[in-house]
């Protein structure tokens, strides 16, 4: 049973975006293949192309922006680029740039990123999504990021059905004032691989996570997006 319930159409939606906002659940829905953490009450965040204000975005008051900018590469391989920002506590316009963590608990070796990036690659074969949700994490309220990739690592076309791997950030702050890590980023804290393989990354999201398609979702509506 679907239990997510779209209650806003954002103004412009990108295929590579897969934004539709939808309610806090009433009931708990926990994500399929989870590794470690139990999400749920998810909540997507409507967003549109251009700079997005994001009310209370980190959990404490402050209003963030998140800004979802299209690189033209003038052929299939455009992609959106998504930017965080949140003001320093106790600003209001003391902006500062929000990194994501890709590897876990600062490793050796870990590294950060400014941005996230989503490839819909000429619609129907969608190679990244990107999504900011709210949401409760083992229970307790978070925002996150989630990213789904079409692993092109073993691939001959990017047509191919290939694995999905997915990738949740919880949003978080550098309490102990770590050198060389910002004062609040993204933390990466699953990365998992989903069930089946898919043409389309969008179709991934919806066939193993369960939210709805984008509304303007121009792939395949099959059991892997392939339109076999």
Not at 111 to 123: K, N
Not at 124 to 134: A, G, H, I, P
């Amino acid at each position: 049973m679907n239990l997510w319930r779209p209650i806003i159409d954002p103004t412009r939606t990108f295929i590579g975006c897969s934004i539709l906002a939808v309610t806090l659940l009433s009931a708990a829905t926990t994500w399929a293949y989870k590794t470690i953490h139990k999400i749920t009450d998810i909540a997507i965040i409507p967003l549109r192309h251009g700079v997005n204000e994001i009310d209370d975005l980190a959990g404490d008051g402050r209003k963030g922006i998140i800004v979802d900018a299209w690189r033209e590469n003038m052929n299939a391989h455009g992609y959106t680029v998504y930017s965080v920002l949140l003001p320093r506590p106790g600003t209001v316009d003391d902006w500062n740039l929000v990194d994501f963590e890709t590897h876990r608990k600062h490793a050796n070796g870990g590294t950060q990123v400014d941005s996230l990036y989503a490839q819909p690659f000429e619609d129907e074969r969608t190679l990244d999504s990107v999504r900011f949700v709210k949401a409760k994490l083992d229970g307790v309220r978070a925002t996150l990021a989630i990213s789904a990739r079409r692993d092109m690592s073993n691939a001959e076309s990017y047509g191919d059905k290939l694995p999905v791997i997915f990738e949740i950030y919880r949003l978080g702050r550098n309490e102990e004032g770590i050198p060389g890590w910002p004062l609040e980023y993204f933390d990466l804290i699953e990365r998992f691989r989903a069930k089946n393989e898919y043409c389309n990354s969008d179709l991934a999201l919806t066939r193993e996570l369960n939210p709805p398609l984008p509304a303007d979702y121009q792939g395949y509506d099959d059991e892997d997006g392939c339109g076999n």
